[in-house]
T-cell receptor, first 110, second 117 residues
Framework: QKEVEQDPGPLSVPEGAIVSLNCTYSNSAFQYFMWYRQYSRKGPELLMYTYSSGNKEDGRFTAQVDKSSKYISLFIRDSQPSDSATYLCAASSGNTPLVFGKGTRLSVIA | GAGVSQTPSNKVTEKGKYVELRCDPISGHTALYWYRQSLGQGPEFLIYFQGTGAADDSGLPNDRFFAVRPEGSVSTLKIQRTERGDSAVYLC???????????????FGQGTRLTVV
């Protein structure tokens, strides 16, 4: 079992839809949880970062972490075609390199 | 430059050859990471440098892979006797500090796409 599991999709939604992306993890030592966005043939770029359990909102994006169930979520409201990319969840205990999920490929159709 | 720079962008090599991949981190970043991303997969950790020393090389798949960072800035990932299974995008990232608790954002380069034929 990989330490971070993520459904690779692909996921296709109409413009304006609410998108829900999810990951699970197995390592209880993970304290830091991130979502990266990766456009085709580009490096990942940090979208959201959360420490421990809770919610964090940034514009149209909301990240949620539930440590009791080891579940990580990213919600995108009013999705736009420019949101079409691969979304990678990642986790770290703080003194270890990031462990990534497989990534979910999202297409937002105009 | 402002971001992490990786060269070359693309590298095609024959099976059995030796390759070097270069990473120029953001100026002042002490931590540097190498990841490998195969098609349809997330990045997989290879090695992490804190300054000049390799703080964690547990992700290197075998002894054909080696990385250096002699002056604590530029890093080179070296692959000997390349195999077709080494084909992937090799990503480099840097952060202001690393390890020792807490977390700081890691900035990624655009990657080097290695194809072994």
């Amino acid at each position: 079992q990989k330490e971070v599991e993520q459904d690779p999709g692909p996921l296709s939604v109409p413009e304006g839809a609410i998108v829900s992306l999810n990951c699970t993890y197995s390592n209880s030592a993970f304290q830091y949880f991130m979502w990266y966005r990766q456009y085709s043939r580009k490096g990942p770029e940090l979208l959201m970062y959360t420490y421990s359990s809770g919610n964090k909102e940034d514009g149209r994006f909301t990240a949620q972490v539930d440590k009791s169930s080891k579940y990580i979520s990213l919600f995108i409201r009013d999705s736009q075609p420019s949101d079409s990319a691969t979304y990678l969840c990642a986790a770290s205990s703080g003194n270890t390199p990031l462990v990534f999920g497989k990534g979910t490929r999202l297409s937002v159709i105009a | 430059g402002a971001g992490v720079s990786q060269t070359p962008s693309n590298k095609v090599t024959e099976k059995g050859k030796y390759v070097e991949l270069r990473c120029d981190p953001i100026s002042g970043h002490t931590a540097l990471y190498w990841y490998r991303q195969s098609l349809g997969q997330g990045p997989e950790f290879l090695i992490y440098f804190q300054g000049t020393g390799a703080a964690d090389d547990s992700g290197l798949p075998n002894d054909r892979f080696f990385a250096v960072r002699p002056e604590g800035s530029v890093s080179t990932l070296k692959i000997q006797r390349t195999e077709r299974g080494d084909s992937a995008v090799y990503l480099c990232a840097s952060s202001l500090i690393g390890g020792t608790g807490g977390w700081t954002e890691a900035f990624f380069g655009q990657g080097t796409r290695l194809t072994v034929v």
